[in-house]
């Protein structure tokens, strides 16, 4: 069964730094685009990032865009996503996703979602 399971998340300060893990079982990630997400309580799922197969491109929402950092490891078939600066207004549930693709390039397309994790914690707050 294919499945998405995201690590790393905790309660950290205000300017602090956090590295989720989006690790993949029962299939192979790297023929998937991958996008984080993220959705604070009372808010509308945000998309944060999205990376391409090939990791050579790569997209952020205008609100992360200089902090947060997409990156992957196909032989570890593991997606991450470093938050710098952290802002209270960071706070939410963050989850990745994994997306069919059409080429080595292609980005997060929701019409073509193949699989969600179960989401992490993350709390900004002193």
């Known amino acids: 069964q294919s499945q998405l399971v995201e690590s790393g998340g905790g309660l950290v300060q205000p300017g602090g730094s956090l590295r989720l893990s989006c690790a993949a079982s029962g299939f192979t990630l790297d023929q998937h685009a991958i996008g984080w997400f993220r959705q604070a309580p009372g808010k509308e799922r945000e998309g944060v990032s999205c990376?391409?197969?090939?990791?050579?491109?790569?997209d952020y929402a205008s609100s992360v865009k200089g902090r947060f950092t997409i990156s992957r490891d196909n032989a570890k078939n593991t997606v991450y996503l470093q938050m710098n600066s952290l802002k209270p207004e960071d706070t939410a549930v963050y989850s990745c996703a994994a997306f069919r693709i059409t080429s080595t390039e292609t980005l997060c397309i929701m019409s073509r979602i193949a699989a969600w994790g179960q989401g992490t914690q993350v709390t900004v707050s002193s």
């Open positions: 990376i391409s197969s090939s990791g050579g491109s790569t």
